[in-house]
């Protein structure tokens, strides 16, 4: 088979890396890719959301599948494009459909669904510019902290958890009246908070049957203790100790079960991967948020525990045939440990030269925010490379992923030394 990869960070690289083993690929391409994902397969210059550009590799590549990493062209729907398309129809993507995609691209649509479809998720209401003066209404009855979401895709920084009355009612306005977030705030949802550890589930699904992968942890403070500013990810471990057989069992019957369901009773088609952000309250599963596509740093450390044929389930998820395929995942733990730019999550340091790579021993660097100048690998997004170690354990995983984290170097190297930390 003949396979695309749409995309350009660390999880992009995680499914290169995979895809590359399976003797089902004969030729991978990666667009845009970056620095790192040349050693699997082949960088094309694509913008992720140029689909007549992507229509036109496809054909002339005689590419056999599309897997679709970030949401930016689901929710724009590239897997429409393609089923409209004559030439392209019979082509598969592995990625939902626009209205499926809306899982991520609206929380107004996200909680709606969960409440329709009696998945467990914090109580909340949403409200528009035109209803400002009840959202401070109900501000004033709900409980603190209280958390305002803006509803459409914000890059990850459309979520905020206010402590004080005074503070929430002067963010919404800020995101109802002048746009904090662009459009992506013309409708913010305000929401109960919830306490408690969280973790990121996966799903594949063909629309009928689905598969869970393996469960995992990620950390979003840029600082040390789990402070500072939220990130889009500083690292990940999975398996995670306290999503037990019991735990997942809630998990699949309170939540899995009825969103797959919800999704076929309402005629919305979905191949492709659900990420189910959850928070553990007092041992029940609660959902925070749905992803229609896989986590950030997380892929990076559930790819390595898939044994089995990565391109045979996705294989399935295309024809609709999940359920006769065979997902083996390994005891072994998985941890990546992110190093990112100096200065991020804010205005951050670009096109600085990496050295180090060669030294690293026990883990596998998958690049994220990378390109190439001339003979030097250098700096070009916030989080630039995921180092992700298997082991037995979890704490020899750790110390091994942060030993060659720091064996890597650039003006402005940041990452945390504490990853995992609060589950040993």
């Not at 959202?135 to 004033?140: H, K």
Request: hydrophobic residues 40%; glycine residues 10%.
């Amino acid at each position: 088979m003949n396979i695309l990869i749409l995309g350009s960070g660390g999880r992009e690289s995680a499914f290169a890396w995979k895809i590359a083993q399976s003797p089902k690929c004969e030729n991978l391409f990666i667009a845009p890719g970056n620095a790192g994902t040349g050693q699997y397969g082949t960088n094309v210059n694509l913008k992720v959301t140029d689909f007549a550009g992507i229509k036109a590799f496809v054909l002339s590549n005689a590419i056999d599948m599309v897997l679709v990493g970030p949401e930016e062209p689901l929710v724009k729907g590239i897997h429409d494009f393609f089923l409209k398309d004559e030439q392209l129809k019979g082509i598969p993507v592995i990625g939902p459909q626009e209205q499926a995609a809306q899982l991520e691209g609206s929380k107004d649509f996200s909680k709606d669904f969960m409440q329709r479809n009696n998945v467990p998720t914090a109580a909340s209401k949403t409200f528009t510019k035109d209803t400002l003066q009840e959202g401070f209404e109900y501000l004033e009855t709900a409980g603190l902290p209280i958390v305002l979401k803006a509803d459409g895709l914000a890059a990850g920084k459309g979520v905020l958890i206010c402590t004080t009355l005074e503070e929430a009612k002067q963010e919404l306005a800020e995101m109802l009246t002048e746009a904090k977030f662009g459009d992506a705030s013309s409708k913010v949802v305000i929401e109960q908070f919830l306490t408690g550890i969280e973790l990121s589930v996966f799903v594949m699904t063909d629309g009928n049957s689905y598969k869970i992968l393996p469960e995992a942890k990620d950390y979003k403070r840029i600082g040390e203790g789990d402070t500072g500013l939220n990130t889009g990810g500083m690292g990940s471990v999975s398996p995670v100790p306290f999503a037990d057989a019991a735990f997942m069992e809630k998990v699949e019957q309170k939540v899995i079960i009825p969103t797959i369901e919800g999704l076929k009773n309402e005629g919305i088609p979905y191949k492709g991967f659900i990420f189910i952000g959850l928070m553990n309250t007092n041992g029940e599963p609660w959902v925070i948020e749905y992803n229609c596509r896989m986590g950030d740093p997380e892929t990076e450390s559930v790819m390595p525990r898939i044994e089995s044929d990565f391109v045979d389930l996705l294989q399935g998820v295309a024809e609709g045939n999940l359920h006769e395929k065979e997902l083996v995942i390994s005891n072994k733990v998985a941890t990546t440990v992110v190093c990112v730019a100096g200065g991020y999550p804010g205005e951050y340091l670009k096109n600085k030269v990496i050295s180090g790579i060669e030294n690293v021993r026990g883990s596998h660097v998958f690049h994220a925010g990378t390109s190439t100048s001339g003979e030097d690998v250098i700096t070009t997004g916030g989080r630039v490379l995921a180092i992700t170690t298997l082991q037995d354990n979890m704490f020899n995983a750790l110390q091994q992923a942060t030993a060659d984290a720091a064996r890597i170097y650039y003006d402005g190297v940041y990452f945390r030394r504490d990853i995992g930390f609060d589950l040993l």
